[in-house]
């Protein structure tokens, strides 16, 4: 039966996931509880970050174990995650999705173009790095981040 011989090879292979790393340290940032309702806000990406946030999200890197649950609404959200630089047409969108979104929120900029445009500097369309449109609490830079460090960056918000 080729089912028992799959069977068999996995418990025989046991867990092959790695051990989670150090819990972040307490006075690092105001945690939000244990866990938090994550949105994620694209305001003008290449989308490089959206990809590394789908694999911090996804079995290898597991963020939900950490207590980050990503949430299709802003009304539903505590942080909301913001990648790229702002454009023209995000501008208002995105001030009004983080307005919507429960207090206490964090907002984390994610990249090197949500912390000062990277490759855009200088765009036509930009309006500017996420913090010029809304207050930012944490950032994750990289071009994109790897998805350990956005992980590492919800777990701070997280407290886990």
Known sequence: MPGMSLLRKIRETGRVAEDAPPRPKPGDFPALAGSAQVRCVDAGSCNGCEIEIAAAFGPVYDAERYGAHLVPSPRHADVVLVTGPV?????????????????????????????????????????????????????????????????????TVTGR
Do not use: H
């Not at 023209?88 to 307005?99: D, E, G, I, S, Y």
């Not at 855009?120 to 930009?126: A, E, M, N, Q, V």
């Not at 830079?141 to 960056?153: H, K, L, M, S, Y």
């Open 87 to 155: 454009t023209r047409n995000m501008k208002v969108p995105l001030r009004r999705t983080v307005a919507a979104t429960a207090e206490p929120n964090v907002v984390v900029a994610v990249g090197d173009c949500a912390l000062d445009c990277g490759e855009f500097s200088g765009g036509y369309g930009i309006e500017g790095a996420v913090a010029d449109v809304v207050d930012v609490d944490l950032t994750v830079p990289g071009c994109p981040p790897r998805p350990e460090q956005i992980v590492a960056a919800l777990r």
